[in-house]
């Protein structure tokens, strides 16, 4: 039986990484996207583990500031009571001193492992938002070398006629012969209003000279 869930559960694991392998194939950008978000969910939880360790520290050295300052009291008191002959309360203060300066003992133990592992912690997180700035920054490249790629495919296509379709290609070509016959248009309509000023004046110059003949 577990032979058989052993290998369900390798099957499984095995079509995950062939579709994500899939995903990262036809949108690297989008599996990129998905990298990122994780990762900054996984960096904000070491962020609050962190402050949950500072919280401990100022918890930790207010404990250990307090048991040792209670400690030297109590040891300052066993020691006036010894000088005054109080047994009892020599005894009472002697007590108190040991049982806070273990205290204290302990929670220096403490507050030094705390200050490791919160070095240790502030390392990782500086690693992790490094890691995820290069991601970004990664991200930035492959878009745009994407936007690049794209836009050199089209414009290959309009320059190239032969890889652009028929249809685009075609209604460049009308654009183009619009542009003669407007072209054309402008250029006889210019000379056919050249021509006419010229003959009125031809035919306005004929009937000055007539009228002078006369």
Known sequence: ?????TRIKNTITADLHEAL??????????????YLREC??????????LE??????EEFTREYHEAAKLAEKRKYQAEIAAKAGESELHQFASTEHDQYAERANRLRASL?????????LERKYEEM???????HLRRMELMGRENVTRAN???????????????????????ENYLDRLEHQMNSSFYRSTIDARIAQIEKTGKLEESKSI
């Open 112 to 120: 030094d492992q705390v200050n490791g592992q919160l070095g240790e």
């Open 21 to 34: 392998d899939q995903k990262e194939k036809k949108n690297p950008i989008a599996l990129l996207n998905q």
């Open 129 to 135: 938002k490094h890691k995820l700035k290069d991601m």
């Open 153 to 175: 495919l089209r414009i290959n296509q309009v320059l190239d006629a032969n890889t652009y379709s028929d249809k685009s290609y075609s209604k460049f070509k009308d654009i």
């Open 1 to 5: 039986m577990t032979n058989l869930f």
């Open 52 to 57: 949950r360790q500072y919280t401990l520290k």
């Open 40 to 49: 900054e969910i996984e960096t904000e939880k070491v962020r609050n583990l």
